[in-house]
């Protein structure tokens, strides 16, 4: 069949916007087998939430249980977790090598923030560094198996050990958050060229102040075009991994077809799918980038200064540095 892999290359610039809204399948208001199958997705991956790509899967409730019969036996291998520890290392170290990263811990203790808002605040940054990788795998391993799986498909045993996280980070949607909150959603939009906020971005919204110092540091970043060849590595990585993982899943086109899926269902699955791949690769960087920034950054911070250390600016005119 005709690949459905698109050139790599043609993402390593700023994506394009999306004006497409995608259709979502909220964890409330699921119901019946799709409930079902994200609560296993939540127990398989040890999250406490439901990302946001299988809720877009959810539009089409068959696809997304094909989807789920096909990936789970390779989400509960040893092997999975073990690359997207592989992924997220990747993107922890292209952030910290090529990029400047701020002091954001200092900055935030600066403006008072509690003990108790930090960790809450470092928890969910490490929250979605632990999970962003699972997703990008998960993402590349269903662009493959659009093509019915590696070529030489392998087993292995299930029941992985991995970390449960089971704090659910309270989110601020779009529909919910005031206008300052509002104005930073729309900007990340336009500037990472897509159609919502993602999950990351609407839990980080819970302290407003931090999200707002985080997006003002990292957007130049996204404009640099060692951003853009790191997310394409990202995606190379994820896929290379994805192609010899066990227990692969296989749902070809014509799988689909034959569970029922209309030709616009499958169209539909397949776009989610590279969309995702796309949005992912430099999800991964992005909240690297805020974990590297609680944690002290990455460069040297000018020290405060005293009104007496301070550079006189007009000597010949004292009265104008007053």
């Known amino acids: 069949m005709t690949s459905v892999r698109q050139d790599a290359s043609s993402d390593m610039g700023m994506p394009l916007s999306r004006k497409r809204r995608l259709p ?24 406490p939430h439901v990302n946001l790509i299988f809720q877009a899967y959810a539009a089409c409730p068959r696809f997304l249980d094909c989807m789920w019969k096909a990936m789970r036996p390779a989400v509960e291998t040893r092997e999975f977790f073990q690359d997207a520890d592989r992924l997220r290392a990747e993107a922890y170290t292209r952030t910290h090598n090529y990029f400047l990263v701020p002091d954001l811990c200092s900055t935030i203790r600066e403006i008072h923030f509690s003990t108790g808002a930090q960790h809450e605040l470092t928890d969910v940054v490490e929250l979605f560094h632990y999970n962003n990788p699972l997703l990008l795998l998960i993402t590349a391993m269903q662009l493959q198996a659009f093509e019915d799986g590696p070529p030489h498909p392998r087993s292995a045993e299930t029941g992985a050990v991995h970390p449960v996280i089971s704090e659910k980070p309270v989110q601020i949607t779009e529909e919910s958050a005031p206008a300052p909150i509002r104005k930073i959603y729309e900007d990340i939009k336009r500037t990472l060229g897509v159609s919502f906020v993602n999950t990351d971005y609407q839990a980080l919204a819970r302290w407003p102040d931090f999200l ?43 799988r689909m077809q034959e569970a029922g899926l209309t030709d616009d269902e499958i169209s539909a699955a397949i776009h989610i799918t ?38 006189k600016q007009y000597p010949d005119h004292p009265e104008r540095a007053a």
């Open 212 to 254: 707002t110092m985080y997006w003002n540091a990292f957007k130049p970043m996204a404009f640099s075009p060692l951003y853009g060849e790191s997310r394409h590595e990202l995606r190379e990585s994820a896929l290379a991994l994805a192609s010899d993982l066990p227990n692969a899943p296989q749902l070809s086109v014509e």
């Open 274 to 311: 590279e969309e995702f791949l796309d949005i992912l690769s430099g999800l991964l960087l992005n909240v690297a980038f805020a974990k590297i920034a609680l944690e002290g950054g990455n460069r040297v911070r000018t020290p405060s200064r005293t009104p007496e250390q301070m550079p």
């Open 24 to 47: 979502l399948v909220r964890e409330g208001d699921a119901s019946g087998r799709t409930l079902e199958i994200f609560q296993e997705m939540k127990a398989a991956l040890g999250v």
